[in-house]
């Protein structure tokens, strides 16, 4: 007989209606850059922990929060979009960094109306950061009552490979000036995540004295970065000399220009000299006054890859 694979389910942090995700009018969550889930139209304002674990990041603007299990799942709960500007105006967290919480246990408190007048949309997203600790994910549809109801049923991956570090000379950046003005929040920091992703080699990105792993999302979000703090992009690995050669101009769209000829640093950040510039802008509009206008197409790289 086979062994069961292990499983985990993510309650609704929230009281309101499941849409799917790629329904989503912000092209990186829709295009699950940050990860795969499901979002949540809400209608109660207690922010409920969708799984027990420990809180591995709690965004400084307290709009966003992300929860590891004892299985290794990260869990981050966004709620809103483009909240991250209003700067933590009308969220209240419970909770604390580091804290180790139970599943329906409250964590953020934030006031509804205000969010819902101040925000592009309340449209909550339920994501896990850390797709290769799930073998296959089936979300809910319909109404949820928050700490009661399962948003999503994850069947969780058995001893997967870890891959191991490639052998080669260590390759570092020129100073990375942060650009925007959320730093590298939830959406710019998947948009870094997915590039890194492209090279096998090991990506290390580094502020002062920390150090995140350039793949992961929630690492990237934990250096807690803001408007004109400088950074630098380690890799070491076969294809380490790539980010260092200056290759072709990335394609951006319109609606997230860096400023042009990007330097040979610009790889993995597309920023000149270093400068990280994330402009994307969700549409304004309610989902509960109104259908999500069609979708920009989520920003796509023309990549230089080693010989």
């Given at each position: 007989?086979?062994?069961?694979?292990?499983?985990?389910?993510?309650?609704?942090?929230?009281?309101?209606?499941?849409?799917?995700?790629?329904?989503?009018?912000?092209?990186?969550?829709?295009?699950?850059?940050?990860?795969?889930?499901?979002?949540?139209?809400?209608?109660?304002?207690?922010?409920l922990?969708?799984?027990s674990?420990?809180?591995?990041?709690?965004?400084?603007?307290?709009?966003?929060?992300?929860?590891?299990?004892?299985?290794?799942?990260e869990?981050?709960?966004?709620?809103?979009i483009?909240?991250?500007?209003?700067?933590?105006?009308?969220?209240?967290?419970?909770?604390?960094?580091?804290?180790?919480?139970?599943?329906?246990q409250?964590?953020i408190?934030?006031?509804?109306?205000?969010?819902?007048?101040s925000?592009?949309?309340?449209?909550?997203?339920?994501?896990?950061?850390?797709?290769?600790?799930?073998?296959?994910?089936?979300?809910?549809?319909?109404?949820?009552?928050?700490?009661?109801?399962?948003?999503?049923?994850?069947?969780?991956?058995?001893?997967?490979?870890?891959?191991?570090a490639?052998?080669?000379?260590?390759?570092?950046?020129?100073?990375?000036?942060?650009?925007?003005?959320?730093?590298?929040?939830?959406?710019?920091?998947?948009?870094?995540?997915?590039?890194?992703?492209?090279?096998?080699?090991?990506?290390?990105?580094i502020?002062?004295?920390?150090?995140?792993?350039?793949?992961?999302?929630?690492?990237?979000?934990?250096?807690?970065?803001?408007?004109?703090?400088?950074?630098?992009?380690?890799?070491?690995?076969?294809?380490?000399?790539?980010l260092?050669?200056?290759?072709?101009?990335?394609?951006?769209?319109?609606?997230a220009?860096?400023?042009?000829?990007?330097?040979?640093?610009?790889?993995?950040?597309?920023?000149k000299?270093?400068?990280?510039?994330?402009?994307?802008?969700?549409?304004?509009?309610?989902?509960?006054?109104?259908?999500?206008?069609?979708?920009?197409?989520?920003?796509?790289?023309?990549?230089?890859?080693?010989?």
């Amino acid at each position: 007989m086979g062994t069961t694979a292990p499983r985990l389910d993510v309650l609704a942090p929230l009281s309101g209606w499941l849409v799917p995700l790629d329904s989503v009018p912000d092209p990186v969550f829709a295009g699950k850059m940050v990860g795969d889930g499901v979002s949540l139209d809400p209608t109660s304002g207690s922010l409920l922990a969708p799984v027990s674990g420990v809180v591995s990041n709690l965004h400084s603007a307290h709009h966003a929060l992300t929860i590891t299990t004892p299985e290794g799942v990260e869990v981050m709960v966004h709620i809103g979009i483009d909240t991250v500007m209003l700067k933590g105006q009308g969220f209240f967290p419970l909770v604390e960094q580091g804290q180790q919480v139970s599943a329906g246990q409250p964590v953020i408190d934030f006031d509804l109306d205000q969010v819902a007048r101040s925000a592009a949309s309340l449209l909550t997203q339920i994501i896990v950061t850390n797709g290769d600790a799930v073998a296959h994910m089936q979300p809910a549809q319909g109404m949820v009552n928050a700490g009661r109801d399962v948003v999503l049923s994850l069947q969780l991956a058995n001893g997967k490979d870890v891959p191991q570090a490639q052998a080669g000379e260590p390759q570092l950046s020129s100073d990375i000036a942060i650009g925007n003005p959320a730093g590298l929040h939830a959406r710019p920091a998947a948009v870094f995540a997915s590039k890194a992703k492209t090279f096998a080699s090991d990506i290390q990105l580094i502020l002062g004295d920390k150090e995140a792993n350039a793949k992961s999302v929630v690492a990237i979000m934990g250096l807690a970065t803001k408007l004109g703090d400088v950074v630098r992009v380690r890799a070491a690995g076969t294809d380490a000399l790539s980010l260092s050669r200056k290759t072709a101009t990335p394609n951006w769209p319109a609606w997230a220009r860096p400023p042009a000829s990007p330097s040979a640093a610009s790889s993995i950040t597309g920023c000149k000299n270093s400068t990280w510039r994330n402009k994307a802008r969700a549409p304004m509009w309610s989902s509960r006054l109104s259908p999500a206008p069609p979708r920009r197409p989520p920003p796509s790289w023309t990549w230089s890859r080693p010989s």
